[in-house]
């Protein structure tokens, strides 16, 4: 059942069973009227309380600046997943660039000569347009290499790479003085990050080292989103998929400030200076006009990520940011797990202690010999156990324990009963 087995998958993750509970009674009859969540119109009335009952909890929780202006923000939900959003950075970040960079090159050459403006844009592009990546991880990885497929390597500058000083892994974020951001961003250079590295276990222990007045800075939160405070107001945007802390597989949530929306180049010039023009399902001001309803959108999933959030609400202390409760039992769980890898010396933690990751807690068994059987007799008795979803990425192996919310504190107990039973026969 449920209630005997633990789950430390790292995404699909587990829901909050009460979520579930309610869940399955929604997606037969919601709201007594017959027909079931799944079955009713995105453009309901119903539909539309539970986009906005969603947004204001997401508001409360990281506590976003919501108000019409250039520093508010609006919350969007949309598909394609995380990836999706790394394919949406790239198109923006370069609309954001072009239409900056135009703005600055007018001041100088004045309006009315349009050719001279052009060519001398088309001359800034080719020599001066990066969008800037700190590699710290195997998605920040791949969202690079998202950008470099979609605008050209040469307009993609990875400022750190964390693997060249740590045996070609990643395991560490190397400190700022050693990273190369692009210099006079044209007053709108893009800084990428990932905040939590989901397969490589290493998170930024607090918001990067980038000065937020100088570049547009861009944060994947997919693996940690609501899991702790987020500075939101550095951010020009902020994005996750929903479906490790915040539900089920299928919306991705976005955070987008307001100045960006209206100040990205149009296509028509995007097309003359060749630079991609992304599809219309990604265009963020095209769903925050139709309030995430341009096409279809799955309502169940924003249901239940709206459940979800609303348990936080509930469970969080009444001073306070409202997400600091959740912040500090992520923190807990964590520790605990943490202090037994770090006991006994069977266990290696992956990542740099500096930048372990609270929810995605990446570790090797044993030594190069015989790690193979180890890993395995250790993966085999979590399973009798019933500890399900604790075997590594298949990209780097060992062992990963997810800790995200909805893992409660007993399952992590379960879960540090075995490994220090595990520890102690070795
Ligand atoms: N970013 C991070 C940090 C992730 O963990 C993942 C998925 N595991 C992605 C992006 C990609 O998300 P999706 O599968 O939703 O495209």
Not at 51 to 63: I, P, Q, R, Y
Not at 89 to 111: C, D, F, N
Not at 128 to 144: C, I, M
Not at 389 to 402: F, P
């Amino acid at each position: 059942s449920r209630e005997e087995t633990s789950y430390f998958g790292a995404g699909p993750a587990p829901l909050p069973t009460a979520v579930l509970r309610q869940a399955s009674k929604v997606i037969l009859n919601y709201n007594d009227a017959g027909i079931g969540i799944t079955e009713i119109s995105h453009r309901s009335a119903d539909a539309e309380k539970i986009l906005e009952d969603t947004k204001s909890a997401l508001a409360t929780l990281l506590d976003i600046p919501t108000q019409e202006g250039p520093d508010g923000y609006k919350i969007i939900f949309l598909q394609g997943g995380g990836s999706g959003e790394f394919s949406a950075s790239v198109y923006h970040m370069t609309a954001l660039w072009v239409e900056k960079r135009r703005q600055k090159i007018v001041q100088e050459l004045g309006p009315e000569d349009e050719t001279k403006v052009f060519d001398a844009l088309r001359k800034a592009v080719d020599q001066e347009f990066k969008l800037d990546y700190l590699v710290t991880g195997s998605w920040s990885l791949k969202a690079s290499q998202e950008a470099a497929r979609l605008i050209g390597a040469n307009h993609v500058n990875v400022a750190v790479d964390s693997r060249k000083d740590n045996n070609g892994k990643f395991g560490t974020i190397p400190n700022e003085s050693t990273w190369s951001l692009t210099p006079n961003p044209a007053h709108s250079g893009m800084v990428y990050y990932c905040d939590n590295e989901t397969v490589d276990g290493v998170e930024f222990p607090a918001f990067p080292a980038i000065d937020s007045d100088k570049y547009q800075v861009i944060a994947d939160m997919s693996s940690n989103f609501l899991s702790r405070k987020v500075d939101v107001r550095r951010h020009a945007a902020i994005f996750g998929g929903a479906q490790k802390n915040v539900g089920t597989t299928g919306i991705t949530i976005a955070i987008i400030k307001n100045s960006l929306l209206t100040q990205l180049a149009k296509p028509d010039l995007l097309r003359k200076l060749n630079l991609p023009v992304g599809p219309v399902v990604l265009d963020w001001p095209t769903i925050v006009k139709n309030n995430s309803l341009y096409n279809t959108l799955p309502i169940f999933d924003v249901w239940i990520a709206g459940q979800v959030m609303q348990l936080l609400i509930s469970k969080a202390s009444t001073d306070g940011p409202k997400i600091a409760t959740q912040q500090s039992e992520s923190e807990k769980k964590a520790a605990l797990l943490y202090g037994i890898l770090d006991k006994y010396p069977v266990f290696h933690v992956v990542p740099d202690k500096s930048v372990r990751s609270k929810m995605n807690i990446c570790f090797r068994i044993g030594s190069e010999n015989d790690r193979d059987d180890k890993e395995k007799k250790f993966l085999a008795g979590a399973n009798e156990r019933l500890l399900l979803g604790c075997k590594g990425h298949r990209s780097v192996g060992g062992c990963r324990i997810s800790n995200y919310n909805a893992v409660s504190v007993e399952k992590v107990e379960k879960l540090a009963k075995w490994l220090e039973e595990f520890a102690q026969q070795q």
